[in-house]
Each structure stands twice: as structure tokens, then as C-alpha cells.
């Protein structure tokens, strides 16, 4: 009998170590694989920087990500180290640098992110109304396979808001993506651009712990189909600078002829915030 913990059980164990009191707490957005002000794979509409208190300097201090995934289906490591900062509350500026190891070789994908706060939460003193953020991402990937492109950006727009108002708060984002990545830009970027939906839904049923699902829709081109990808996430604000993530992700059938998938796997991350 095999003594290996499945991955399932394996976040579950993580959940509960996750779930042990915290002192105090920090908070979204943290900074994900590429950088950007979100979860993992999506942008939220906060900007970096909301650690920042009353502070009245229009510069925040940065905060950090680092991510680690395992895709053991692919055997696929995937690594990432961020940096994002805020501009007086309103505009973010990131910094993404991944690798990804599959058998063989390595791929470097560079990212620099911007993003601009159209709409503050609650403006206009509405309980009801969500923050609004567009954004950019330039990306540049290492080791692309002709004829795909090497680099290319992002274009998206994101509504999110946290509901306050039930038991528990309740933190709904979703967003449209214009893209021309394969698989993240990691295998490159088609010719062509797709647009895509996004969405995250987290509940906070502990002021020091956030549970939540998230879920990016594949882009498709002519000779190329993504994945869709999917998690289950918990988060932990260990304290007013610290926040630790396990989730379990799936990427997409690995055998699935019609779309190109990673499988599924373990990620873990630190965000360290100033």
C-alpha cells in the first residue's frame, strides 16, 4: 500500500494548520503568479498597498509574493517572485519573474503589471457599489517555440466587492480578460486575441482566515485551446505583514486532445506585505 498523502488530503491538512488563531491580520490583494494585485491566478480590483493604514504618503510601502506549484501530473515545478507597490491609493505598479521547470529545460516569463482604480468601493457612500480597476500586463517569455510570439500584454477589467452585510463577509470579484497567452504566456502568445470571463468568490468565516474558489476561463485561437483553470484556496493573515496560502489547483486535462491542460497539483505561497 502506498504511503504517499493524496493531494486533497494533503490541502485539508494544510487548511487546519492554516485555520490556528492569528494575532492580528493582514489582507488582500496579495500578489499573484504574475505579480499582480489578486489571488492566484486573477486580478481584484484593490490596489497594492492597502496595508498602508492612514498613511498619508502617496507612495505605499511594497509588498511581496512568492508562489511555488507542484504539477505533478506534468511533472511540472512552477515558481514565482513578485514585487507591486501603490500610487495615492489609486494606480498599482508590479513586477513578476517566473520559472517553470518541466523535464528538460526551463522557461523565464518577465512581467510588469499597471493597474488604475476607476471606481473606489462604496463611492459615493453606496454600501452597493463594487470597485473598478483596468489594467495591463506586458509579458515576456524565454524559449518560445516558433511561430508563437515571445511577448505580448494583457488587457483586463475587474469589479470586486466585499459584502458585509451577511454572517460571515463575503469577498465576489469577476472580470473580463483580453489575451493572446498560451498557458499563461509560458508556451508563448498566439496571433490572435480571445477574450475571457474570471471570477473569485472568498469567505472570511474567521477575521485571520479566507476560504475561496477561483476560476479563469481558457482562451482559444485557431490552433491553440487553453484550459480552464480552478482552485480551492485557503489564506491565512498570520499577522498585520504576513499572509500563507495552500490551494489545490486544477489546470486542465493533461490528456485531453481538444485543449491543452497541466493537470492538477499543490501551490503554496508567502506575501509579505510592509
Not at 507597490?85 to 518541466?102: Q, T
Not at 506586458?138 to 500584454?153: F, L, M
Amino acid at each position: 500500500m502506498s504511503s504517499r498523502i493524496s493531494r486533497p488530503t494533503l490541502f485539508l491538512l494544510l487548511l487546519s494548520i492554516l485555520s490556528l488563531p492569528g494575532l492580528s491580520r493582514a489582507g488582500v490583494p496579495l500578489n499573484n503568479l504574475q505579480g499582480v494585485g489578486g489571488i492566484a491566478f486573477n486580478p481584484l480590483a484593490y490596489v497594492a498597498g492597502q496595508n498602508a493604514g492612514d498613511s498619508k504618503s502617496p507612495v505605499s510601502k511594497p509588498q511581496f509574493g512568492l508562489w511555488y506549484v507542484s504539477l505533478d501530473e506534468v511533472q511540472v515545478d512552477w515558481t514565482a517572485l513578485s514585487a507591486s507597490i501603490g500610487l495615492f491609493r489609486r494606480v498599482e505598479l508590479s513586477w513578476g519573474y517566473e520559472v517553470v521547470a518541466p523535464a528538460g529545460h526551463n522557461i523565464h516569463k518577465h512581467s510588469l503589471g499597471a493597474k488604475v482604480l476607476l471606481v473606489p468601493e462604496n463611492a459615493g457612500g453606496s454600501p452597493a457599489v463594487p470597485a473598478v480597476s483596468a489594467g495591463v500586463i506586458w509579458k515576456r517569455a524565454s524559449g518560445v517555440a516558433a511561430p508563437t510570439e515571445n511577448s505580448s500584454a494583457d488587457l483586463y477589467l475587474v469589479a470586486s466587492k466585499l459584502i458585509t452585510q451577511l454572517p460571515r463577509p463575503l469577498l465576489l470579484s469577476g472580470g473580463l480578460l483580453s489575451t493572446e497567452n498560451r498557458v499563461t504566456g509560458v508556451f508563448g502568445f498566439d496571433d490572435k486575441r480571445d477574450q475571457t470571463f474570471f471570477g473569485n468568490v472568498d469567505l472570511l468565516p474567521r477575521p485571520n482566515l479566507a476560504l475561496g474558489f477561483e476560476y479563469l476561463q481558457g482562451a482559444e485561437f485557431d490552433a491553440f485551446r487553453n484550459s480552464g483553470y480552478w482552485d480551492l484556496h485557503a489564506a491565512w493573515f498570520a499577522d498585520p505583514h504576513l499572509t500563507l496560502v495552500a490551494a489545490y489547483v486544477n489546470a486542465g486535462d493533461k490528456k485531453s486532445t481538444r485543449r491543452v491542460g497541466l493537470g492538477d497539483g499543490l501551490v503554496l505561497s508567502a506575501q509579505y506585505a510592509f
